[in-house]
């Protein structure tokens, strides 16, 4: 199984550019999310998914769009890349219970 | 506010000691908590999660305490290796609030053992 896999794994966006970053899981895990790690700070939560066709906002959603069409895929979008989106971002999944979450490899994004 | 700390000062201890890492928090009532542990350009990975109605968790060389009363957690890992090294991140779990499991995450301390 090779758990969560995300990419890309790196990119550099100017100001303004768009991309979608993707997530799958091969776990069959209901539950996905997307977080963002920056220095000095805990993983913040960004959106999440209780299942196909379902998000919901997380944290720190502004900026960022989700959507889950498939229950292994879990797509972040940013429409208009702002410096302040240069940030690590990983992807979780779960069962519903016990809470422990599976993360992938992390994507570092670079915004100039 | 809410708050959940931990000791942002890397840990550095001798190979074959105890590490014993902090998790504070404050207003906030987990009704579990996990520990996650986190290599360079790699995601966290799952270590331990304890309950709320229980004193102590083990595996293997890792045990885990958590007390309600005084908002805390400590993380031990016995025989410390250099392997080892590495961020630990300590995340409250609020079970299932709001729809989803719902994990707030410390910024996490660095360990280093040293041969």
């Known amino acids: 199984n090779a758990g969560v896999t995300q990419t890309p794994k790196f990119r550099v966006l100017k100001t303004g550019q768009s991309m979608t970053l993707l997530c799958a899981q091969d776990m069959n895990h209901e539950y996905m999310y997307w977080y963002r790690q920056d220095p000095g700070m805990g993983l913040r939560l960004i959106h999440y998914s209780v299942g196909e066709g379902t998000t919901a906002k997380g944290e720190v959603p502004d900026g960022y769009n989700v959507s889950r069409l498939k229950k292994q895929n879990f797509l972040l979008g940013l429409e208009s890349a702002a410096p302040s989106q240069t940030s690590v971002y990983f992807c979780?999944?779960?069962?519903?219970?016990?809470?422990?979450?599976?993360f992938g490899p992390g994507t570092r994004l670079t915004v100039t | 506010s809410q708050k959940i700390e931990q000791n942002s000062e890397a840990l550095n201890i001798q190979e074959g000691k105890t590490a014993t890492l902090t998790c504070n928090y404050t207003?906030?009532?987990?009704?579990?908590l996990q520990w996650y542990r986190q290599d360079p350009g790699r995601g966290p990975v799952f270590l331990l999660l304890?309950?709320?109605?229980?004193k102590e968790k083990r595996k293997e060389r890792l045990k885990v305490t958590f007390d309600t009363t005084l908002k805390q957690s400590l993380f031990h890992i016995t025989a410390s290796q250099p392997a080892d090294s590495a961020t630990y991140l300590c995340?409250?779990?609020?079970?299932?609030?709001?729809?989803?499991?719902?994990?707030?995450f410390g910024a996490g301390t660095r360990l280093a053992v040293h041969p």
């Open positions: 207003n906030y009532s987990p009704a579990y």
């Open positions: 995340a409250l779990d609020l079970g299932f609030s709001g729809g989803y499991n719902k994990l707030i």
């Open positions: 304890i309950r709320e109605n229980e």
């Open positions: 979780a999944s779960s069962y519903p219970r016990p809470g422990e979450q599976y």
